[in-house]
């Protein structure tokens, strides 16, 4: 996705999304698969400031990290390796 400058000010910069190569190629590409529910997961400044250095590291959003670590966990639960 890209932006381009369109107004700036002594603290703002408005930004305007640039106009999509393709026509019908706006907003986020759809998913595939089933559709995603919201999980609210409460944590401390600490906890997440550690979950989002390992997802970095992973290269992964924080989201796919946390979704991989709860994947594992469960699995070694039902004692699936």
Not at 31 to 40: M, Y
Not at 49 to 64: I, K, N, P, W
């Amino acid at each position: 996705m890209s932006y381009q400058l369109i107004r700036q000010t002594n603290h703002v910069a408005w930004l305007e999304m640039a106009k999509p190569s393709e026509p019908g190629a706006i907003g986020r590409p759809s998913r595939t698969g089933d559709p995603t529910i919201l999980v609210a997961l409460r944590v401390t400044q600490a906890e997440r400031d550690r979950y989002q250095a390992a997802a970095e590291a992973a290269g992964v959003s924080l989201s796919t990290w946390i979704r991989a670590a709860c994947e594992a966990r469960a699995a070694k639960r039902r004692g699936v390796r």
